[in-house]
């Protein structure tokens, strides 16, 4: 029995259109599904997976528009759909029946699944489930979920922080009044950090799952349950109240719990009680009918995420390497578009994206073996490889592979002199600490949009001012800017390692060096080599089809 939690993707192909699930997986036994709460994802699941997994095959999926999940194509998403979704995901999985375990939104899900597919669900345990008078649900219809949209000024964070730190305080957040206080204390800014942040990977999605919970009247279904149902609450849990509202069916247990730890050891013995359903082997993700699909490689550091279009038959694909601190999402503009022209195949560095984030080696030495492995895996034998801004990433998977590398392709390479290495290493990749007040999101959103101002970022006087059309469409900094803060403490090593690295890289292979033409690294030390070099677009949408005559 393993406790080991693999990330996995999965296509499917259904009533919502072509999507793909991202969903999290281990143990062994009966297979149970778990559903998390809005607005977050799988992940806030993985303490649980390894408490459980000597009992149960666990499946964790993101909520469709959540996490990594792709949004349901639905013009108002409700709880029924998101349980038809569940239902396409167990089919693409070839699971038949299961048993659910559900935390506040995921909770509902699970009654709508067990409600609307009796004979695919074996038994639910539902921790903290929400009832609302009329009057409760126009107040959260007009007041609760307003559109998170970014920000020229990166107010929009500013505004996220309070609302994590608010809902703390007041239940519903909005509602500023005496009966509305609770008595919690302020989480950790760690704490507000990570439930920030997945709210930022959501987007304006994270009202769809989370606003279809409020609507969904489970209180009407509870007493058709015909599976068997436990509905259980902490006693710290304010939704705790509502199962006084419930009216339970025969085969439903409804009761509250004195804390977290007794609902959840209530919910584990109930599941397994009657879940009877075998253990089943997970099918491999299918590729897409178009475009990129997204998969999981494991390899030697852990799960890396790759999106591809092109299979191990496929001759010389593109392999595109994002820039430090970014993730396939940064460069849709570029990815997407190229797709249309080319096999091609993005890997997300380790620490990076969705790729896994606890290395256990010198980071440079991870890149260059979850690269090494992926190309194996997916038995590649000769690509052109494409890296943007820091080629000493991969200086040593380069000069191990130049056989096997047909074209180098640099965009925007970082090719500076030891001095300014240093200098960036000392003013350019500050350790941004999480603070109460929540000021380290603005940090990185203006350092994100000062890089497409100035070089380097910080250099903010005339003399920094980059002669080019700005690239500051604000949802394009919003992707940036998240992955950033996800890639955690990853980003500076890497910057620190990649930067020291080209200064001893030597690079004799086929290679082209992309820039835009007034771009102030354009007159960098690269001209002293023989590197052909080709003109980018100052528009970074038009970049495709710049590189489309190279590649």
């Not at 959840?264 to 590729?287: F, G, Q």
């Not at 073996?369 to 052109?384: M, T, W």
């Not at 003013?427 to 203006?446: A, D, R, S, T, V």
Request: hydrophobic fraction near 35%; aromatic fraction near 8%; include cysteine.
């Amino acid at each position: 029995m393993s406790s080991k939690i693999k990330t996995k993707f999965q296509t499917i192909k259904g009533k919502f259109g072509e999507r793909q699930v991202r969903y999290l997986t281990a143990g062994s036994g009966p297979v149970i599904f778990l559903l998390h709460q809005s607005p977050k994802s799988a992940d806030e699941y993985k303490p649980l997976m390894e408490m459980w997994s000597n009992d149960f095959l666990m499946i964790a999926p993101d909520t469709p528009g959540f996490g990594a999940s792709d949004p349901l194509e639905s013009q108002k998403v409700t709880i029924e759909e998101i349980a038809e979704a569940t239902i396409e995901l167990a089919d693409a999985l070839g699971i038949d029946r299961f048993g659910l375990y559900g935390f506040h939104t995921g909770a509902i899900i699970s009654i709508a699944l067990a409600h609307q597919f009796s004979d695919r669900v074996e038994a639910i345990s539902c921790n903290g489930v929400l009832v609302l008078t009329d009057d409760e649900l126009e107040k959260i219809r007009a007041e609760y979920l307003p559109p998170f949209e970014p920000h020229w000024d990166g107010g929009h964070l500013s505004w996220l922080w309070s609302r994590m730190r608010e809902q703390l305080i007041f239940f519903p957040w909005h509602e500023r009044t005496l009966d509305a206080r609770m008595e919690f204390s302020i989480s950790d800014p760690s704490i507000l950090h990570e439930n920030a942040v997945e709210v930022m990977r959501a987007g304006d999605n994270y009202r769809s799952a989370y606003g279809a919970a409020f609507e969904y009247r489970l209180e009407q279904f509870v007493p058709e349950l015909q599976v068997p149902a436990l509905i259980t609450a902490g006693e710290w849990d304010p939704l705790c109240k509502c199962l006084e509202d419930l009216t339970p069916s025969a085969s439903t247990l409804v009761e509250s719990s004195k804390d977290q730890d007794q609902a959840l050891e209530k919910s584990r013995a109930h599941l397994l009680n009657h879940s009877k359903n075998i253990s089943v082997d997970l099918p491999e993700c299918i590729l897409k009918s178009d475009g990129l699909t997204k998969i999981f490689i494991e390899t030697a550091v852990g799960d890396i995420c790759v999106q591809k279009k092109c299979d191990g038959s496929d001759q010389n694909p593109l392999v595109i390497i994002p820039p430090i601190g970014g993730s396939s999402k940064t460069i849709q503009y570029l990815s997407n578009e190229l797709s249309k022209y080319t096999n091609l195949m993005v890997i997300e560095l380790p620490g990076h994206g969705e790729s896994v984030k606890d290395l256990n080696k010198p980071i440079l030495d991870a890149f260059k073996q979850a690269v090494s492995d992926v190309i194996s895996d997916q038995n590649i034998k000769d690509f052109s490889l494409a890296i943007i801004n820091h080629h000493g990433c991969l200086s040593q998977f380069i000069n191990e592979n130049k056989n096997r590398i047909d074209h180098l392709i640099l965009i925007e390479p970082w090719l500076l002199d030891k001095a300014s290495i240093e200098e960036y290493i000392e003013k350019g990749l500050p350790e941004i600490e999480k603070e109460w007040h929540g000021g380290h999101l603005n940090q990185y959103w203006h350092m994100v949009r000062d890089s497409k101002l100035f070089w380097p970022w910080y250099n903010t006087v005339i003399d920094g001012i980059m002669d080019l059309k700005p690239q500051l469409d604000e949802g394009q900094l919003q992707d940036e800017v998240t992955e950033l803060i996800r890639s955690e403490s990853n980003w500076r090593s890497a910057m620190i390692n990649s930067l020291n690295a080209s200064l001893e890289s030597k690079i004799d292979l086929k290679t082209t060096v992309c820039f835009r033409q007034n771009h102030p690294l354009s007159q960098s030390q690269y001209q002293k080599n023989d590197f052909s070099e080709l003109q980018l677009d100052d528009e970074i949408k038009n970049w495709a089809k710049n590189l489309k005559s190279i590649v």
